[in-house]
């Protein structure tokens, strides 16, 4: 894959919180199986380290839990990951501590600040939120985006990953390269 040109990217704004320096770029994945989907999510953590900022997003049964089970072994999480649905977040010790949240539940940003988010970023580990974008004006940090979408066959899925803000722009080669055997189109501006 040659040099990617992002510029004239978009910066990302949202309404409430403080620009967020950097740009954001797509990368399309695509996987066959649940466990495709684990192994491109620990191909994915990698790349992570302490205080960064996952938001899964996707419909119901897309595979965010599934892509978390993956993301969380790889960071040597021994405990079996199910989703906070009910609980809202559960803590998973590994080599790097997983926060995982899902505030599918969540009304808003209100009852979003009940869950001490800032405290969970800067605890060292990485957080992970599914069904974060509903809340997103309460993180005011750089995160990583994934979406899942069903594919054409019934395992398949359609992986989309959009880095916001500086942090994960300085490290998208390292996310491509992550990515690469999952890949189908490279890396798109948007």
Known sequence: MGAVDLRGADRHRWPGRARLPGRRSVIVARTASAEGTRALAAALAGVV???DLLVLGGDLGAGKTTFTQGFAAALGVDAPVTSPTFTLHNLYRGRLDVHHLDVYRIGDIAEATDL??????DSG???VVEWGATIREAFGVDELEVTLELGPGDDDRV???RGHGSRWHDRLGEVVDALRPWTTGGVAPC
């Open 49 to 51: 380290r302490g205080g």
């Open 116 to 121: 001490a988010l800032e405290e969970l970023l």
């Open 125 to 127: 580990a990485v957080t």
């Open 159 to 161: 992986v989309t990953v």
